[in-house]
């Protein structure tokens, strides 16, 4: 099982990035996809998170800026980022949980995780 993340790259302040998570090994369509980021000298923190239905839900610091989605092909996730500001420079990550809790927000829940990208919002 892998999940590869990609699309990071550095972009200046109000641009937009999309990241794109890869899932193989298995079908994830009935996994919840969640996007986590971590920033220099912080925890890693909640950004995002879609479960098999497409219901998503999003940290209040990126609510309308950012979207998530599913691919057709449903291995595959995405991360529209727009209106970027410098705070949402963070090595992203991708991270697949099997089951349906509710705690999609908590990083201890996701089984699977992708290795990381970097994303740098210039001011």
């Known amino acids: 099982v892998q999940l590869q993340a990609s699309g990071g790259g550095l972009v200046q302040a109000g641009g937009s990035l999309r990241l794109s998570c890869a899932a193989s090994g298995r079908t994830f369509s009935s996994y919840v996809m969640g996007w986590f980021r971590q920033a220099p000298g912080k925890e890693r923190e909640f950004v995002a998170a879609i479960n098999w239905s497409g219901s998503t839900y999003y940290a209040d610091s990126v609510k309308g800026r950012f979207t998530t989605s599913r691919g057709n092909a449903k291995n595959t996730v995405y991360l529209q980022m727009n209106s970027l500001k410098p705070e949402d420079t963070a090595v992203y990550y991708c991270?697949?949980?099997?089951?349906?809790?509710?705690?999609?927000?908590?990083?201890?829940?996701?089984?699977?995780w992708g290795q990381g990208t970097q994303v740098t919002v210039s001011s």
């Open positions: 991270a697949a949980d099997r089951t349906w809790s509710g705690s999609y927000y908590r990083e201890e829940r996701y089984d699977y």
